[in-house]
């Protein structure tokens, strides 16, 4: 194992590399079924979705493109303030394309049901919703994913690719964050 200075600020796994591994795949495996004949254009929600995203794409070896929207909706806390803000635009035409989009995870729904209608407004002609984590328990907005990796309950998860404050994104499995380091 990598040495880390970030470990000790994890209250407990709930996800290994391994099942990360295991779960991306099949999701990769899914997609690809369903959208073989269709050159699908992914787009991930930055900055959550980088390495979800780039595992993902490689399980799935499907002719794609790929585009990246920004979104913000938490400012450096650990709730959704509620309101959605585009911080970096699509950089393409996407009428008439199938969109997957990649999120990290799908909690209060704010983002996604903001980034759907959003995506429709710009003419996709089709929107699949594929999240590596869901939080059923805190969701605002009607709102599900077509495709989950794993569910999590009522706790603030970081690593692959989520964060608390910017940090933490770069650990390898899924954990909850000490309660202690966020009510510092
Ligand atoms: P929502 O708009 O409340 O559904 O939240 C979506 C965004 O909030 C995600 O893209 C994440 O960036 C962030 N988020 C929600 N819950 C967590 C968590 O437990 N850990 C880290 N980020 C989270
Ligand atoms: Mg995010």
Wanted: aromatic share 10%.
């Amino acid at each position: 194992m990598a040495k880390s200075n970030m470990d000790q600020d994890i209250l407990k796994v709930l996800y290994t590399e391994e099942e990360i591994k295991a779960r991306v795949q099949a999701m990769g495996d899914e997609l690809y079924d369903k959208f073989a004949d269709k050159n699908p254009l992914f787009v991930g929600v930055l900055n959550g979705c980088f390495i979800f995203m780039a595992d993902l794409v490689r399980a799935t070896q499907l002719k794609s493109e790929l585009e990246f929207i920004g979104l913000s909706s938490y400012n450096n806390g650990v709730k959704s303030s509620g309101v959605v803000q585009i911080t970096r635009d699509l950089q393409r035409d996407i009428t008439n394309r199938h969109i997957i989009v990649v999120e990290d995870i799908l909690d209060s729904g704010n983002t996604l049901a903001f980034l759907k209608k959003y995506l429709l407004s710009k003419g996709a002609a089709s929107i699949t919703i594929v999240t590596l984590l869901d939080k059923p328990s805190r969701r605002e907005k009607a709102i599900t994913a077509d495709l989950a990796g794993f569910e999590v309950p009522d706790e603030f998860v970081v690593g692959y690719g989520l964060d608390y404050a910017q940090q933490y994104r770069n650990v390898p499995y899924i954990g909850v964050l000490k309660p202690e380091v966020y009510s510092k």
